[in-house]
């Protein structure tokens, strides 16, 4: 029996951006599952993917002002933005 030559397969770096909604209709527990699916993406990114997060209602905020890299820091950067997310509001924190 011949075998191909085995090849590493490739991986493809990913933008991922994310966006949740923070109008009032999203409060209680929809905002809380929105958080949660947010920090589960979050979590599966890797260092060499890039990211950000969006947070609108009637308005619209970004955590930085393009996409990043995966950094563990960025991540948990993200972590703690989002974890400040509630509905009926915008944060007014972002990093410059």
């Known amino acids: 029996m011949v075998m191909p030559p085995q090849q590493k397969a490739?991986?493809?770096t990913r933008e991922l951006i994310l966006v949740i909604d923070t109008s009032g209709s999203m409060g209680g527990a929809s905002i809380r599952q929105a958080r949660t699916v947010l920090d589960m993406a979050l979590a599966q990114?890797?260092?060499q993917?890039?990211?950000n997060v969006i947070a609108f209602n009637s308005?619209?905020?970004m955590l930085h002002p393009q996409a990043v890299t995966a950094t563990p820091a960025a991540v948990h950067e993200a972590h703690d933005w989002v974890s400040n997310l509630r509905a009926g509001r915008v944060p007014r924190w972002s990093r410059r």
Do not use: G, I, S
């Open 10 to 12: 490739l991986t493809m």
């Open 45 to 47: 990114l890797r260092p």
């Open 49 to 51: 993917d890039r990211f």
């Open 59 to 61: 308005n619209m905020r």
